[in-house]
């Protein structure tokens, strides 16, 4: 057999494993797509318990309260409260859409920690609490800690020859 005859078999060969592939990729997509499909079936019910809200939705603070508890992810009306008023007035701020849950992330949607010690509920004052721990802050160090959010030039620096010092 001649190398032309050769080449028109090896490409008749890579035709029929190519049509071969297609036909598995298009089985394991259509595998996909009714396993997906199943995960859609009970948004609808969902949307109408509360257990699952729309993003975008016109309402969007009642519904994340909704949310909040019916999922039972917070106990404590007032970290509810919080998180339901930071979202609203974050929601009413932007105007753009929200394209996927990765945008709560951003800053906007953020609760700062001083507020949410202030008005948020017990979970929210023992997490804060164990980040101070966690960073260093301990009840000793509160008064630096306050200074400093005050007027950070009032705290005194280590002094330049302390980090001169070499230790032998």
Do not use: C
Request: positive net charge; proline residues 2%; without cysteine.
């Amino acid at each position: 057999m001649n190398t032309a005859g050769k080449q028109i078999i090896n490409r008749n060969t890579e035709r029929i494993f190519l049509l071969l592939i297609s036909a598995v990729m298009a089985v394991l997509f259509y595998k996909m797509y009714l396993v997906l499909n199943t995960d859609f079936t009970d948004v609808s019910s969902r949307l109408t318990n509360g257990t699952m809200i729309n993003l975008n939705d016109p309402h969007p603070a009642q519904n994340r309260r909704t949310l909040l508890q019916k999922g039972r992810y917070f106990r404590d009306e007032k970290d509810i409260d919080l998180i339901s008023a930071a979202f609203e007035k974050a929601r009413l701020a932007d105007s753009a859409n929200i394209n996927n849950i990765g945008d709560l992330n951003k800053r906007q949607y953020s609760i700062n920690a001083t507020g949410a010690l202030l008005s948020g509920g017990e979970s929210f004052r023992k997490r804060i609490k164990a980040e101070r721990i966690a960073l260093g802050f301990t009840d000793n160090d509160s008064i630096v800690f306050a200074l400093q959010k005050k007027n950070s030039a009032a705290v005194s620096m280590i002094p330049r020859w302390v980090m001169q010092l070499s230790i032998i």
